[in-house]
């Protein structure tokens, strides 16, 4: 018993720090532009030119959405050229974080002069970016897969230097859909499971991870009070609370929609991110940080609660994957239903139930990409995760045989990701193929 505890404890923190990291913008053009910087790196020359390869997964969370730092600029040609212009590598997932009104002129005549290439990579699913740079008669390349700073190739003039396969890791990897690259081996995520997420969350020192749970909580409240402020998108977080006062289940919806509006708006202010993504990472944590404020609980229950809430959040997504039809605000409600319900005191049943409940209420939710509407759909989740947390306190809530509810909480959530990565993959083509007009 004390062997697995310490493999759960030890496994649950390197999750956590592979996946909970700051990320500047939707994370798909982001990956774009960091492949794009790096290529540049590798060729040593400023490019003559550029080819992007993306997957139609990557096409549609990045042709609807604002490029941070770019001037109000959408696309993949965007991405790719301002990361070549004035991107930084070493900033990783905050790659445009230090480009210049230069660096956007320069990028916008670029991209008008046709510099960059975006084409469909077919046959590749998923979290897929190559980018091609040119100069003179050289050449290099760098290839993104599963996860958006996991470089798997590096080539120059065809000659290949880095080669994930072969070299058996990933370099610079942030994370993988399964099993993650650490300091001491693969960290296995079939090991998440919502007890032992409930015992990690009562048992761990917090000065282990609070580094991580506090900058999340900074920065994630800055954005959403740009939202709050400003006119992004289309609003969706300043409507709520002018429409349904400021309550906490209003707040709890807002904040975490405001964020999304300021991200896909292009703000430039960086998100603690969940599974890949700004916008899962806004809706794990605010309305959790909004109830822990409500109800006046400790702010080490609202950490303990913030671990509960990402951890349920991964648990899901290890079977969906980073990037499907499913969409990603459903899994990351759900995970903030869990952290409100252990905030509240709730045991494992109530936390269950909790997390039941949200998964059969909002489960079909579809992602057709990163825009401006990714807020709504989070305030339309949390809403029901909240509902969710209300009847579980009540007993009531629903049960095996009912749809995709399995015997327990576990079943349930292997049932809807089993739905989400494979049933809904036809789903996904008809997405794309309307997105892309073909």
């Known amino acids: 018993m004390a062997d697995h505890c310490k493999l759960v404890h030890d496994a649950y923190l390197g999750i956590l720090r592979a996946e909970l990291v700051p990320a ?50 959408r696309g993949i040609s965007a991405a790719a050229v301002t990361g070549i212009v004035g991107g930084d590598v070493e900033r990783r997932l905050e790659v445009l ?7 956007r002129a320069e990028a916008k005549r670029l991209i008008d002069a046709g510099f960059c290439k975006a084409v469909l990579a077919e046959g590749e699913e998923g979290l897929y970016v190559e980018a091609i740079v040119r100069a003179g008669g050289e050449s290099a390349s760098v290839v993104i897969r599963d996860a958006h700073t996991n470089v798997v190739k590096i080539t120059k003039n065809g000659a290949v230097q880095f080669d994930a396969a072969a070299a058996g890791a990933a370099f610079g990897a942030d994370s993988k859909s399964h099993n993650v690259a650490g300091a001491s081996g693969e960290l296995d995520y079939g090991l998440l499971n919502v007890r032992d997420i409930i015992e990690f969350a009562d048992t761990v020192d917090l000065a282990e991870i609070s580094d991580l749970l506090e900058e999340g909580i900074r920065i994630n409240e800055l954005i959403s009070d740009e939202g709050l402020a400003n006119d992004y998108g289309a609003s969706v977080g300043k409507t709520i609370l002018s429409a349904e006062g400021d ?35 806004l809706t794990v944590s605010l309305p959790v940080i909004e109830y822990a404020r409500e109800w006046k609980v400790s702010h080490e229950k609202l950490l303990r609660a913030l671990l509960v809430s990402n951890l349920v959040a991964l648990e899901q997504k290890r079977y969906i994957g980073k990037l499907s039809a499913y969409c990603g605000a459903v899994s990351a409600s759900v995970g903030s239903g869990a952290g409100i319900a252990y905030l509240s005191g709730g045991d494992y049943a109530q936390i269950a139930g909790t997390i039941t409940t949200a998964i059969a209420t909002t489960s079909g939710m579809v992602c057709d990409g990163a825009k401006s509407s990714c807020a709504a759909k989070i305030a339309t989740a949390v809403s029901s995760a909240i509902l969710a947390y209300e009847m579980s306190v009540k007993e009531r809530g ?41």
Not at 41 to 58: F, H, M, T, Y
């Open 97 to 103: 974080q230090a480009v210049t009104d230069a660096d």
């Open 24 to 73: 500047m913008g939707c994370t798909e053009p982001i990956a774009v532009a960091y492949a794009s910087a790096m290529a540049r790196k590798v060729l040593g020359a400023r490019p003559e030119s550029a080819e992007i390869r993306c997957s139609a997964n990557i096409v549609k969370n990045v042709k609807g959405v604002v490029v941070p730092n770019t001037g109000g600029l």
């Open 398 to 438: 629903f049960v095996a045989g009912e749809g995709l509810v399995g015997d327990d909480v576990e079943a349930t959530i292997r049932n809807i990701g089993e739905v989400g990565s494979k049933g809904m993959r036809p789903t996904d083509v008809e997405i794309i193929k309307i997105m892309l007009d073909k």
């Open 247 to 281: 309550g906490v289940r209003s707040r709890a919806k807002a904040r975490a929609a405001a964020g999304s509006d300021a991200r896909m708006g292009g703000c430039a202010l960086p998100v603690m991110i969940n599974s890949g993504s700004g916008n899962q990472g």
